[in-house]
């Protein structure tokens, strides 16, 4: 049966919006709530275009559209399958691993490294340490649903907190941190953009050259003390930041 028979999908013939784009827009609001999960096969387009009253070329428009963000693909003698939800993350001080579970990501976690080092005079300015002291640098990749999503690099100030990597593969850096009476208390953060290397898009399974979300965090806790000097990178045809802008009064 054609699953999206089940979305009462409609169009508005009145409204200014291209119908393409409203339905493309409701397929991708089902695939974002869960109605339509990872690995479901959509119906034939001739169906779905005669049950709306829309164009064929309608509709592979709108289904073109979410195979260009990333969420259906074509699969050659399979059809359409929706391949997932792209994470829309708040800019707030939370984890990534909190913030995919409570999306019903199902995040897993790989650890790539977990050593001791010296650090650099950017890791040392941020954490608030000699440069050369030893910090604890944690490397792991990020999976949603068993595909990569994110690289994360970590570096925490030495003696800080247990971080054996069985540990971190079952859980979040910060839950860890919540454990061990470390209370998070604010952030300062920056947000960009750059492209792949190769190494990182055989990491995060892209194209060399493919758009990269970069973040960087140095969180503190309710001392004032830096805990954490994080520098991430994220598939952004996977993932986005959201922010809510408010105006000075």
């Not at 387009?45 to 259906?72: C, F, M, N, W, Y």
């Not at 990491?203 to 969180?219: D, F, K, N, V, Y």
Request: net charge neutral; hydrophobic share 40%; aromatic share 4%.
């Amino acid at each position: 049966m054609d699953p999206t028979v089940s979305l009462q999908l409609g169009v508005d013939r009145s409204s200014p919006v291209p119908l393409y784009f409203q339905l493309s827009q409701q397929l991708e609001a089902a695939i974002e709530r869960g109605a339509l999960t990872p690995g479901t096969l959509l119906g034939n387009e001739i169906e779905l275009a005669g049950r709306l009253g829309l164009s064929r070329p309608t509709v592979r428009q709108a289904i073109q559209s979410l195979v260009d963000k990333g969420l259906l693909v074509r699969r050659r003698g399979v059809g359409t399958q929706v391949v997932h939800s792209q994470v829309k993350r708040p800019l707030e001080l939370s984890s990534l691993y909190d913030d995919l579970e409570a999306a019903g990501q199902r995040p897993a976690t790989r650890v790539l490294r977990n050593t001791v080092e010296p650090a650099s005079a950017e890791v040392a300015a941020a954490l608030g340490i000699a440069e050369g002291d030893e910090v604890h640098l944690v490397e792991r990749l990020r999976l949603a649903h068993g595909e990569p999503m994110a690289f994360l690099r970590n570096r925490l100030p030495a003696g800080l907190l247990d971080l054996d990597t069985p540990r971190l593969e079952a859980t979040g850096l910060y839950r860890l941190m919540r454990a061990a009476s470390i209370t998070l208390h604010r952030a300062r953060q920056s947000v960009g953009a750059r492209a792949a290397t190769a190494d990182e898009g055989r990491q995060l399974g892209e194209p060399e050259g493919a758009p990269l979300l970069t973040m960087q965090r140095t969180t503190f806790d309710d001392t004032g003390r830096a805990v954490e000097f994080g520098s991430h990178i994220y598939r952004a045809s996977r993932y986005s930041f959201e922010f809510q802008l408010l105006v000075r009064p």
